[in-house]
């Protein structure tokens, strides 16, 4: 039995969607996190909206980026700064999505 011939298009393409439904999520949690902050007067979890926010839009120009880079040469390997950055901007976006919840039950 032979293995079907893989196709070498479609692992980048995935990798490219993810980044930008990562990006989508980001910026859905910022806002949510950014109205909790606003509705409650409370600056540091309105603050932390503000940075999920500037990291969303980062991601998605770095999606951007990187899709233009890979249409020139499909196999590049993952930046290892973004790679750390994505993973510090999803526990952000952990924290305050938790923060909220918390601040919404309370109130």
Request: no cysteine.
């Amino acid at each position: 039995m032979t293995a079907a011939p893989r196709d070498p298009g479609l692992q980048p393409e995935r990798t490219l969607l993810a980044w930008s439904r990562t990006a989508l999520v980001l910026a859905a949690d910022a806002l949510l996190v950014l109205r909790t902050g606003y509705v409650h007067q409370l600056a540091g979890l309105a603050a932390l909206g503000g940075v999920l926010a500037l990291a969303a839009v980062g991601l998605y120009v770095h999606g951007l980026r990187r899709r233009s880079a890979v249409e020139h040469s499909p196999h590049i390997s993952a930046n290892r700064w973004w790679m750390r950055g994505l993973a510090l901007a999803v526990v952000l976006a952990a924290a305050g999505s938790t923060w909220s919840v918390l601040v919404n039950r309370g109130g």
